[in-house]
């Protein structure tokens, strides 16, 4: 049973000190108090995010000036330009934001996604030779690259120009020590592409560092267009270099601003932080996709009830992410690439088609298998847990260790056979207590034969090692945590914003919590308590009873709370007295506007 906390609660006096007299709902208030932000000014500029004070020039991200100048100059003497795009839920929507862009100004493009499973992540050698043999002369990447440094170099010797834009970490390499401070010193290492687009690098100073690939790929087309308009009446030019600059003087004011549907998927669906510039690009991402014109995005809402007028980053993370991110794990991530950007209604409903049977797919696999591992107790007596099988799909390993993570708390690791039939491939997760990708540099650096190689980010990565050594994995991971920094997580209990009562949850509450929409990394959907209830009616509802309804009595309607995939022994808790945990939510499931809790845990 999980234990909770309820975060500071104010006064509506101390609250009015705090926040100057702010005509907001004390409610709102006090969830802003508990997210850190407690002046009138900050609080003003987190509930009105503005476009135009919000979104940051991308000529301040290092590396933009350069890459519009190649992409100009690329354009000037038509050449053949292709991007680069990685296959998740990142990548894809990247991908298809440039290619859309590149369309919209007259200039198509090719595109090159590489398969999850016969080629695995990032840029390869026999890519760029393909690309090369389609005379292509620059290539974009999205959401990757910024590891491939012997690739990139690979590229140039063809002669082939690279452009990176990626927001994953760049390689580290420890330096020499600083004699005087005692320090040791750390050097990054990037790709010698044309230009380096990535704010995590030591040399950019940009105000925000945790846009995802999308986003930045988003930027770049906001440069590039800026550019080109500039560009206009230039003489002595080509005939195609003219009409990609007279198709952007059409373009109408705010164009830029249409391809915010696909950056909102994107930092919505990678879990960046949903602060800073991030937040205002969800907020307006959010907008967009209530209006958007992308036939397949449209199709996946009404076939799955999604109201698109009341659409929230909920629907994002589990309905549309699920079914792009399908393609690459059962398919082929083409696929949904074909679904975002199809302009044929016709065409894209088919696609969409697809992803469906792609996402039951997915949802099986993983559920036969997280269905056998539950019982394999021994499995979890490691600090780190790694457990894998030769059949067990590449584009399932990391839900597979997100669902033990879940379970154990333990940094999990998960592999699988590698496309090749010779080597292993997985992924792994962690809470944030062990950095995988230190802890799987020290593997390597301790036994590069087991580790033979990784990549990823601070609480997800990749990795890859050998049949023959794949029995060492576990000892290798669990001797190399001891060599690590483990950070010590806060006390687990949840953490609860207010106590509320039944006859709070009514549209006026609603409303005060949704000021702070969308939620997400940085800022989490609220928690409240709702203290002695007892229920009216308890029932199981769904296909095959999966999903928990229960039923409180209000002082005028009575109020209902759900869970999805809620576990038997939940039922008989809740019929006696108890302290709920819940979200207050607004469903609008097939058109049917509904106001309701969502279970968290009952205590």
Excluded at 177 to 193: C, E, F, M, R, S
Excluded at 387 to 407: C, H, R, T, Y
Excluded at 429 to 445: I, Q
Excluded at 461 to 488: C, Q
Aim: hydrophobic share 40%.
């Amino acid at each position: 049973m999980s234990q909770f906390k309820v975060a500071s609660e104010y006064s509506n006096e101390e609250l009015k000190k705090m926040f100057d007299g702010l005509d907001v709902h004390p409610l709102t208030l006090g969830l802003l108090a508990n997210r850190g932000v407690k002046t009138k000014e900050d609080a003003e500029k987190f509930l009105n995010p503005s476009y135009e004070r919000d979104i940051g020039d991308p000529f301040l991200i290092h590396g933009v000036k350069k890459a519009v100048e190649r992409i100009v100059k690329a354009i000037e003497n038509e050449e053949k330009i292709a991007i680069y795009s990685d296959y998740d839920c990142d990548g894809i929507p990247g991908g298809v934001l440039l290619r859309t862009f590149f369309d919209d100004i007259g200039y198509p493009v090719q595109m090159y996604i590489p398969h999850r499973h016969n080629e695995g992540y990032g840029v390869h050698n026999h890519a760029i030779d393909s690309l090369k043999e389609k005379g292509v002369t620059l290539v974009i990447t999205v959401d990757l690259a910024i590891t491939n440094i012997d690739e990139v170099a690979y590229a140039r010797d063809m002669g082939i120009d690279f452009i990176v834009t990626d927001h994953h970490l760049p390689i580290t390499k420890i330096g020499a020590k600083d004699k005087k401070l005692g320090t040791i010193n750390t050097v990054q290492i990037v790709p010698d592409a044309v230009a380096v687009i990535n704010s995590k690098q030591d040399v950019c100073t940009y105000h925000d560092d945790m846009l995802c690939g999308c986003a930045v790929a988003w930027k770049l087309s906001c440069a590039i267009l800026s550019k080109l308009k500039e560009e206009n009446g230039k003489k002595k030019i080509s005939k195609g270099y003219k009409e990609v600059l007279d198709k952007v003087q059409v373009l109408k004011p705010g164009y830029e601003k249409w391809l915010l549907d696909l950056v909102g998927i994107s930092t919505i669906s990678d879990m960046v932080p949903l602060v800073k510039e991030n937040r205002a690009l969800a907020y307006f991402g959010l907008k967009v996709i209530r209006q958007t014109k992308r036939h397949g995005l449209n199709y996946i809402l009404r076939s799955q009830g999604v109201d698109r007028d009341h659409i929230t980053e909920d629907d994002i993370a589990f309905t549309i992410a699920p079914r792009i991110n399908a393609a690459s794990r059962m398919g082929d991530p083409i696929q949904a690439h074909n679904m975002l950007y199809e302009k044929n209604s016709i065409t894209a409903q088919k696609y969409t088609e697809d992803l469906e049977i792609l996402n039951t797919e997915r949802k099986q696999g993983v559920k036969d298998i997280i269905s056998t591992l539950l019982f394999d107790h021994e499995v979890y007596t490691n600090d780190i847990v790694v457990v894998g099988d030769i059949s067990w799909g590449p584009g399932i390993l990391g839900l597979i260790a997100q669902n033990i993570i879940d379970e154990t708390g333990k940094p999990t690791f998960v592999y699988g056979q590698g496309e090749d039939k010779k080597t292993i491939k997985g992924s792994c997760r962690s809470r944030g207590d062990v950095h995988v990708v230190e802890l799987m540099a020290k593997a390597h650096e301790m036994h590069p034969e087991v580790v033979v190689s990784y990549g990823g980010h601070e609480q997800a990565g990749g990795f890859e090692s050998t049949m023959e050594n794949v029995g060492e994995l576990s000892r290798v991971l669990n001797e190399a945590i001891k060599h690590i920094v483990v950070k010590i997580l806060e006390n687990e209990s949840l953490l609860v914003d207010s106590h509320l009562q039944l006859s709070d949850v009514n549209m006026v509450t609603y409303n005060a919590i949704s000021r702070l929409a969308p939620f997400g990394v940085g800022n989490p959907k609220p928690l409240f308590s709702f203290e002695k209830v007892v229920p009216k009616e308890v029932r199981w509802f769904g296909k095959k009873n999966e999903h928990l309804e229960v039923m409180y009595p209000g002082e005028k309607n009575n109020v209902k709370a759900i869970l999805f995939f809620a576990p038997k022994e939940l039922a008989e808790k809740v019929k006696k007295e108890h302290t709920l945990l819940a979200h207050v939510e607004k469903s609008a499931f097939r058109g049917k506007i509904e106001l309701r809790l969502r279970i968290k845990e009952v205590v």
